[in-house]
């Protein structure tokens, strides 16, 4: 089964044209400054995936950022929920995506309030901090975020992105021959995962909670739909209609899921039950399903050390890049345990997926040229491409 593993890497791809041509390049960098490379070849890594996949989806790290017309903005995320200040020692990468997130930053930093610019704030406290208890403080509060380092320094990932358990179950033959999936993921990477099985032609049932519907749903609604073509859509109130989701999760071939498991188990959902019974279980989290760490796209990207420098300073990577690559990297352990014979239970994490494509950056060049920005690299030479809303 393929995973992201630096060792094993195709050279034919150029790391550099291939980011310059995925749209996370125009993404990467100030907005008053030139758009910046990231280190190692996660965009020739997907290219590669989805050739596997027998796909081709030349735009697809910057899909989202189109539909939501994002820019580059560093030193903020695309999004501006994300960035990546200096510590006493180094840096630390912060989300603060959510209502809660910012509530949280008193906590934090040991003070009584945060003041009008939770911002302010917390790069006051780093200032003084090691990122080594940034990150404890952080953890403790389960806030999205963690030290940040270099690619080149960090040492080699102790795990691929992708394990995989088998329990000795055989794996029940699709209706039809096509396979059924349940979608309990929300956001981007899961439902990207269910979209690229979709577009392979397995049928898709995407299940919400009514309680609390996918937040993807308060973005932009064209890259929604994107991700969700052709998906049968069911919502579930999950204090009254569990048995129901019990079995639909029975009768799947695979499910996706993108929750801590203690939060599932709560529901009576394990996951080691269901692979036994003869249904696949992928499950993407943060950094696996043994931590209870959090985690978006953007700041698990900056822990892995899969970032970009502008001058000496670490920059956020593209748009959430974690997030995609956790997609595609799931998709490809996913059609690959429907091919097979036996359930598995997967476990996706997306530290580690990023990690394997994290490195340092090859010699290269930008320039603007008319209108457009042009990379130099050692095999030729290309343009930098916008962001673009699949055709």
Known sequence: MPSPDRSDACDAIDPIAAWASSGAM????????????????????????????????????????????????????????????????????????????????????????????????????????????????????????????????????????????????????????????????????GPLCAHLLGLRGARIVKVESRQRPDGAR????????????GHEQISFDLTTELDQLRALIADADLVLEASRPRALR??????????TAGTTWLSITAHGRASEAVGFGDDVAASAGLIAVDGAVPVPAGDAIADPLTGVASAVAAAAALASGEARLIDVSMLHVAANLAGPVPEHTVSRRGDRWQVEYAGGAATVADPKIRP
């Open 26 to 189: 125009a993404l990467t960098g100030r907005p008053d400054g030139p758009p910046l490379a990231a280190g190692g070849r996660a965009a020739a890594w997907v290219q590669e995936q989805l050739a596997q996949l027998g796909l081709s989806i030349p735009g697809l790290l910057g899909e989202r950022a189109a539909y939501a017309g994002l820019r580059r903005n560093a030193p903020w995320s695309c999004g501006g929920a994300f960035r990546i200040l200096p510590t006493k020692d180094g840096y630390v990468g912060l989300s603060l995506a959510r209502p809660s997130d910012v509530e949280l930053i008193p906590a934090l930093i040991e003070a009584p309030e945060a003041g009008p610019d939770p911002w302010a704030a917390v790069a006051t406290w780093l200032a003084d901090t090691t990122s080594a208890e940034a990150e404890a403080r952080i953890r403790l509060l389960a806030l999205p975020g963690g030290s940040v380092t270099a690619a080149s320094a960090a040492a080699a990932p102790e795990r691929s992105g992708v394990t995989v358990e088998t329990y000795g179950a055989a794996r029940r033959s699709p209706a039809e021959g096509r396979p059924l999936v349940v979608d309990l993921t929300s956001l981007w990477a």
């Open 218 to 229: 308060l973005g932009p609604a064209g890259f929604f739909n994107l991700l969700h073509a």
């Open 266 to 275: 709560q529901l009576g959902l394990i996951a080691e039950e269901t692979v």
